[in-house]
């Protein structure tokens, strides 16, 4: 830098903070995120999707999409190619999430409809509720490694294959790409061996680009695919009968596997972290690859957002009644963390509306007539599973790995303090982009104080609050058979946690 500043007169302005349109920011713990969010405001504000309703992803699962019989006003073109070419840089710069939907719509420039504009708008909602997603580095063990997938045959008009890939590196993918394949795919091995050779070249680059920089990778690249049909071409020299027609330039990487420039390895189809580039996808698989591909936002201590007015039907529901074991694993796990923080929806149950066809069986009498309700209450039917549904759908991917749950309380339990910032953060992420509404009163971050379904909860400790003891014991002598009911459940669920409490009680068990 000194002979620079000799030779041209440079001026040296400090650490760099916004370049190009991305904002550069640097945590404490040495990591750097790259986002666009003063970029993507300005977006929002030129098409005026500032005030608009969030969505959680940017396109629906099944939407496709064909050419327009009718041709486009150029007004309309002109609007539809603005905001393509606003999100095509945003796509290449530092979000990864939108690669696969803009390169999709982008095929439809020439002659879009209202149908595409539709799904433009699809993704600015998505933008709206994503502004903060940056992409984070920081220094860790991992290799650069590469994802290649292809979803065969996906375009309609052209009948080619849709395939993409990404290169983690520092926790981040530092490369990505979604785009056609250049000729049309005679099989799904064929179209994943296509994109592996089109990845391999990448890899190799990238593979020098570091060596150039002082950062050399040992060894050869790691390459994911999740066909085992591509791999086995890429690993061995055979012409098998459905693979004679591949061309010799796509055995690039069968010669670079050779070399022992790359290794190829299975992934499972679940864990391809490149499928997010291929089609679109549903919430919960789109969040988790958006993780993966080491997208973050920014903490947010207050939430306040629509409420949710849907959710899918189709949700494995676990009990809300703790069994003895599952009790003994969910306070074992608030105890045995080091670090926890505490979540309390408050009004959790009002965050979810009624169906418009259901208002009316709300209806009760008040002295002022007949009130509906519109969102649900504590106590109506279903009220707890549709909040549970709730939680199991904005929360996917986090509950029991990360986050600890019952009722309206979440619990966001991590070992180490860097892992629980982490943890956290995502936590309230998801929150946000769901229109959860999380009360400032009721978030305590990073507390020991950790009192549970009348638990006393410390670090390392657990054990029954006090008071709830004495009330248990006070309790007065059964009058009746429910009495008698509610008695022996309150010992049966107590029992290990009070000392001779079941002996006090034994009276009554026969």
């Not at 840089?89 to 095929?107: C, I, Q």
């Not at 799904?119 to 590469?146: E, F, H, M, N, W």
């Not at 991590?414 to 978030?443: C, M, Q, Y």
Request: aromatic letters at 8%; glycine letters at 6%.
């Amino acid at each position: 830098m000194d002979a620079l500043e000799l030779a041209y007169g440079i001026k040296r302005l400090g650490p760099a903070e916004y370049i190009l349109g991305i904002q550069v920011k640097r945590g404490q713990d040495g990591s750097i995120t790259l986002s666009q969010e003063r970029y993507l405001r300005d977006i929002l504000a030129r098409f005026q999707f500032t005030d608009a309703k969030p969505a959680s992803i940017p396109m629906q699962p099944g939407v496709v999409l064909d050419f327009e019989d009718l041709a486009a006003t150029p007004q309309d073109r002109t609007r539809y190619l603005q905001a393509i070419g606003s999100l095509m840089y945003a796509a290449v710069g530092t979000r990864p999430d939108l690669a696969f939907v803009v390169s999709y719509l982008a095929r439809f420039s020439q002659q879009p409809g209202p149908e595409h504009w539709t799904a433009i708008k699809q993704v600015l909602r998505y933008i709206k509720g994503t502004l903060d997603l940056g992409l984070t580095y920081r220094k860790t063990s991992q290799p650069l490694r590469g994802y290649s997938d292809a979803n065969w045959g996906a375009c309609l008009t052209t009948s080619r294959s849709t395939m993409g890939y990404a290169f983690i590196l520092s926790g981040a993918a530092i490369a990505w790409c979604s785009k056609r394949e250049h000729r049309v795919a005679k099989s799904t091995t064929d179209a994943e061996y296509l994109s592996l050779s089109y990845t391999s070249g990448d890899a190799i680059h990238l593979s020098e680009l570091l060596a150039e920089l002082g950062a050399p990778v040992s060894g050869p690249v790691v390459l994911y695919g999740d066909n085992q049909g591509s791999l086995a071409l890429a690993q061995h020299p055979t012409n098998h009968q459905g693979s004679r027609h591949v061309r010799i330039s796509e055995h690039y990487v069968r010669e670079r596997v050779a070399e022992k420039e790359i290794e190829v390895r299975y992934i499972a189809t679940g864990d391809m972290i490149a499928d997010i580039f291929t089609k679109a996808l549903g919430p919960k698989p789109f969040m988790f690859h958006r993780e993966n591909l080491g997208l973050r936002g920014a903490v947010l201590l207050i939430l306040v957002a629509p409420r949710v007015s849907s959710l899918p039907r189709a949700r494995s529901l676990s009990a809300y009644l703790l069994s003895p074991t599952i009790f003994t694993i969910f306070i074992g796990s608030l105890a045995a963390a080091n670090f926890c923080t505490k979540i309390d929806l408050q009004g959790a149950f009002q965050q979810s509306r009624i169906k418009d066809e259901d208002v009316k069986k709300t209806a009760f009498s008040t002295p002022n007539g007949i009130l509906y309700s519109l969102v649900a209450q504590q106590g109506d039917r279903n009220s707890t599973v549709t909040l549970h549904r709730l939680v199991s759908f904005a929360f996917a991917g986090l509950i029991n790995r990360k986050i600890k749950h019952y009722a309206d309380d979440l619990w966001p339990i991590s070992n180490t303090w860097a892992e629980h910032k982490r943890d956290v953060r995502e936590t309230l992420e998801r929150a946000e982009v769901h229109g959860i509404r999380i009360p400032i009163s009721k978030f305590k971050f990073a507390t020991e104080i950790r009192d549970s379904l009348g638990r006393k909860i410390r670090p390392g400790e657990s054990s029954m609050q006090p008071e709830k003891a004495a009330g248990i014991r006070a309790t007065p002598a059964p009058k009746n058979k429910k009495d008698l009911q509610r008695f022996l459940g309150a010992v049966e669920y107590n029992h290990r946690s009070i000392p001779h409490l079941a002996e006090l009680a034994a009276p009554w068990m026969h």
